[in-house]
């Protein structure tokens, strides 16, 4: 588990939204460092004072053409396509692309 005093938040270092082309089609790719943990939920703060969850899945070194820097790891996090298909039709899908508004949550790894 992520300590709750260490904790941080970081943005994504992508965000793709193209929830048009089905499932897995929503989400942003986090850079963690190698010795830190991530918590097993992201959270998206939109403008319209709404706060969204969804789920970090995929470690990995390389994810939708971003490489990890030496030292670090790759996490995809999702968004539910539902989710995303509503802003989008309410006009609200340049709010989900915004990196800013995505964070996940990490730490040092409790001992």
């Known amino acids: 588990m992520v300590s709750k005093t260490t904790k941080s938040y970081i943005h994504p270092e992508k965000v793709v939204v ?3 082309l089905g499932e897995h089609n929503v989400y ?3 850079m963690l460092p190698n010795n830190y943990l991530h918590d097993r ?3 998206v703060n939109l403008p319209v004072n ?3 969850c969804g789920v ?3 470690r990995s070194q390389t994810i939708a053409g971003i490489n990890a820097k030496p030292g670090h790891y790759l996490v995809k996090a999702y968004l539910q396509t539902r989710t995303a298909i509503r802003f989008t039709l309410t006009g609200k899908i340049n709010d ?3 990196l ?3 964070q996940l949550g990490y730490g040092k790894k409790e001992n």
Do not use: M, S
């Open 41 to 43: 939920l992201i959270r």
């Open 56 to 58: 970090v899945a995929n």
């Open 50 to 52: 709404q706060t969204l």
């Open 100 to 102: 800013k508004n995505w």
């Open 18 to 20: 193209r929830p048009w």
């Open 28 to 30: 942003g790719v986090f």
């Open 96 to 98: 989900l692309k915004e």
